[in-house]
């Protein structure tokens, strides 16, 4: 019995066989902005098929004059449709075509088939930042689709804020490069999770009304107004990248951010900005630096207790570039390590 399922004759040697070119396209990038390869393979095919009447490229192919067969073709049927040197371009769907591709992979290496030139060409590629589209994707659905996360609010969210900070700078001391992408995934949540709860009504978490005109609530913003103000302000304090400003060393970088800043705050005093909520000796090392940075002429304060004694070495700390939080931290997980060790526990601590 004949198997109809393959070619069972291997065409004449002298005989083309063609071309398949799978065309692939990110969705992260604006349909109709392929690459110019992929717009001369296009106008060149002899065939452009796609199983997809609806793929986002369509409308701009049609536009280009290309025409489009919707086909969704087997293995065997795409390599017929190019015996004789012809070309055929394959636009997958987003999810590519599996079934295809496998059936290709089984034909050529059966040894029975004169296969045409398979070709995978990109015609849009994603660019740097391309997955942070993704992430606004997917926290929007699972505001609105999960029961935990739909129900949360700035004020519920803060403390992870926090823990996830803290969790960052554990990894950054531990030198875990896989637990630091982690954690920056989990900081990069806290933020894209914020500004989604601040799109919905002025930041309170509730679902808000538009208003006459339909604007929406006052105080309402998105992840692309927080990415904007970001940007804007790295520019600005940037003048020496982005503008006419001259800046030699990280000290004269300092001069100018610590400029820029009192112009755009317009504080009034050099602890203004300061957030007193802060650990204590990441406070004082900072009010000191303020004071440093400001030429502001004080004194320390004296008085009687541990409190004022830390604060000195928190402002001597400070003077000689050495974080107090981080200097701490490194002796006290020293004397964590002693304590296990003391206590005869090799393994470190979760």
Known sequence: MTDHSEPTATPDADEPTG?????TTSHRVAPGVLSWPAWQTLHAADRVLCADPGHPQLPYLREAGIEVAFESPDAHALVEACAG?????VLPGGEGDQRLTDGLA?????GRVAMPDLELLPGSYDLPGARLLDLVQVMDRVRRECPWTSRQTHEGLAKYAIEEAYELVEAIEDGDREELREELGDVLLQVVFHARIAEEAGGDGEAGEEGEDGEDAVGAFSIDDVAGALVTKLI?????VFGDAEAETPEDVNAHWQRTKAVEKRRESVTDGIPV???????????????????VAVELPRGEGIGYELLELAARAEAEGIDPETALRAAARAYRDAIRA?????????
Do not use: C, D, M
């Open 19 to 23: 071309r398949i070119v799978l065309l």
């Open 85 to 89: 040197g012809r070309t055929v371009v």
């Open 106 to 110: 089984r034909l050529a290496g059966s």
């Open 236 to 240: 600005h304090r940037h003048p020496h």
């Open 277 to 295: 909520g802060q650990p204590g000796l990441a406070l004082a090392a900072k009010l000191a630096g303020r004071v440093r940075a400001g030429g």
């Open 342 to 350: 003391a206590e005869g526990v090799t393994e470190p601590g979760a």
